[in-house]
């Protein structure tokens, strides 16, 4: 996470949206006390959204859960997949 001042951002907009793409970086610029904006990638932006996406209903959060329980004692199997 890097963190800026508006005044430094300006002068140097380019690298801080370069590192925030290409090193998967948030950038947080402070704007004054308890005021502030989040820059981060469309990549990181998608990711946060399809997680919020799964777990937005309780349904969904218990069949991850039970996935990843079944993944971790090994009570999985793994199958291949069919050609069309």
């Known amino acids: 996470m890097i963190t800026t ?4 951002f300006r002068k140097d907009i380019k690298r801080y949206l370069d590192r925030v793409t290409k090193n998967f970086e948030t950038l947080i610029i402070n704007r004054g006390k308890d ?4 820059i981060m990638s469309l ?3 998608n990711s946060l959204s399809a997680t919020h996406h ?3 209903s309780k349904r969904n ?3 991850l859960d ?4 079944k ?4 009570d999985s199997f793994q199958k291949e997949l069919l050609d069309e």
């Open 5 to 8: 001042t508006l005044s430094d």
């Open 35 to 38: 005021a502030g904006v989040v």
């Open 43 to 45: 990549d990181e932006f």
């Open 54 to 56: 799964e777990l937005s």
């Open 61 to 63: 959060e218990q069949r």
């Open 66 to 69: 039970s996935a990843i329980t």
């Open 71 to 74: 993944l971790n004692e090994s």
